[in-house]
């Protein structure tokens, strides 16, 4: 399993941007932690809009971005102390910014371009005391995502069923798992997690049907929790906020809810069995 035994280290990523990475990462995140786990964010995307949203202290940015600790890797605990705080006790983040597209081009032709942020989480053991690091991605198949795949246990695909886009690239996202797994063979697919869907659009059913079909046959899984389209969701991302935050009443809200309910259930169902 894991560099940090007791610690679930889960990259959500597409290729595709839009798809609801950073909404899944944030309120997975911010759910986790309402029901009594401790969750750390790890934001690799250049944009930062995770960390826009759950950095508290907005200063920290000056001094406490993942490219630090990348550039700092022979400090000890480089990732870990700078966790910096959000609106719950039991969730930190570590945050990004623009500063790290200056890292990745440098760095294109090294190791570090799969391995940077692997060999900060195995030799930091401030991170131990994390039970869950969800790792949100950039868009784009480069460095950011190689690194967040070489470093997780599990990889959530957030999939819009309406997006066809999306669903094209699925293929191309399932062969560089494929690839990453010859180097870190400890990465396993949770599954395909459905975002902003539309039950009143007959696309959305549709695809659903076709994908669930395909998958099932290819015994990939699919999430048991649908996200629904919430209009809601934009508004919590204008004022920087979780759902739980603006309403923990929301359809959205309690769909996160239910997934890091489901999520935790079967993490502890496959330690036991690895066992």
């Known amino acids: 399993m894991s560099y940090l035994p007791g610690t679930n280290i889960i990259t959500i990523g597409n290729q595709k941007g839009g798809v609801g990475k950073t909404t899944t990462v944030v309120n997975l995140a911010a759910a986790l932690a309402r029901q009594d786990a401790r ?5 690799t995307d250049s944009q930062g809009n995770c960390s826009s949203i759950l950095l508290k202290d907005r200063e920290l940015l000056k001094t406490n971005l993942l490219v630090d600790a990348l550039y700092a890797s022979s400090e000890p ?11 719950h006790p039991a969730l930190k983040i570590i945050p990004s910014a623009s500063r790290s597209m200056i890292w990745e081009r440098e760095v294109a032709n090294r190791p570090e371009a799969v391995q940077g942020l692997r060999q900060l989480i195995e ?5 131990a005391k994390y039970d869950y690091i969800l790792i949100d991605t950039p868009p784009t ?7 967040a795949l070489m470093a997780s246990d599990f990889v959530i695909i957030p999939v819009p069923p309406n997006d066809q886009f999306a669903l094209d690239g699925l293929v191309t996202f399932f062969n560089l798992i494929s690839n990453i ?18 039950p009143s659009r007959a696309v959305s059913v549709e695809n659903i049907e076709k994908i669930e079909n395909y998958f099932f046959k290819l015994k ?18 204008m004022k ?3 759902l739980f935050e603006t309403n923990d009443m929301l359809q959205c809200a309690d769909e996160y809810d239910r997934l890091a309910g489901k999520l935790s259930r079967k993490l502890r169902h496959i330690r036991k069995n690895a066992e």
């Open 39 to 43: 969750v750390l964010v790890i934001d």
């Open 77 to 87: 605990n480089p990732l870990s102390s700078r966790a910096c705080g959000t609106f």
């Open 123 to 127: 030799h930091d053991q401030g991170l």
């Open 141 to 147: 198949l480069g460095v950011m995502l190689n690194n």
């Open 181 to 198: 797994r010859k180097h870190n063979n400890k990465l396993k697919l949770l599954g395909i997690l459905f975002t902003m869907y539309d």
């Open 220 to 237: 990939i899984n699919i999430c048991d929790v649908k996200i629904h389209n919430c209009p809601e969701v934009d508004l919590a991302h």
């Open 240 to 242: 920087r906020l979780t």
